[in-house]
């Protein structure tokens, strides 16, 4: 396969990814989400409860409470909080993308570890991916839905 190629570059994240999930350590669960254009890759296993974002202390990271509250809904929900050491890498959008992409990441990695907690998750909607994104500009309109204004005469 050509190095230019269209198909080259999904060949290479494909067989990163398989390298990503052969080279997790045993007991460590590795799960995506998204949120907007965010995307969090979360790394969970069973511990004192620490939690950091990208190399960051969690509430430092996510500068808002009502953000490390969205965050930590899921492990409330099922009472794993302080139980489990949380690692995330998130990139793309905003603060609030990012803290739906961590939300929707734990509540997917918990499910991994534990799939009898499908039920009380699933109630929480935490495992649903939020589908609503931006809309886009049209051509002749200031934003995606307003309009200029319109002058009669």
């Not at 350590?25 to 979360?42: D, F, I, L, Q, Y």
């Not at 950091?52 to 509250?69: C, E, P, V, W």
């Not at 918990?110 to 929480?124: D, F, I, S, Y």
């Not at 200031?142 to 319109?150: G, I, L, N, S, V």
């Amino acid at each position: 396969m050509q190095a230019n190629s269209p198909n080259h570059s999904l060949w290479l994240r494909a067989a990163i990814r398989e390298h990503d999930e052969i080279m997790e350590a045993p007991g460590v669960v590795r799960c995506t989400g998204r949120r907007k254009e965010a995307v969090a890759v979360v790394r969970m296993s069973i511990g004192e409860g620490t939690f950091t974002i990208n190399q960051k202390d969690a509430r430092g990271y996510l500068s808002r409470d009502t953000l490390m509250m969205v965050v930590q809904q899921p492990l409330e929900a099922v009472d794993m909080l302080g139980k489990v050491n949380i690692r995330a890498r998130v990139h793309g959008g905003g603060l609030a993308g990012q803290a739906g992409a961590l939300r929707h990441g734990i509540a997917r990695a918990l499910l991994e570890h534990n799939a009898e907690l499908r039920p009380t998750l699933k109630r929480g909607g935490f495992l649903t991916r939020d589908a609503r994104e931006v809309e886009r500009k049209k051509y002749g309109q200031p934003k995606a839905r307003k309009r200029f204004q319109y002058s009669k005469r």
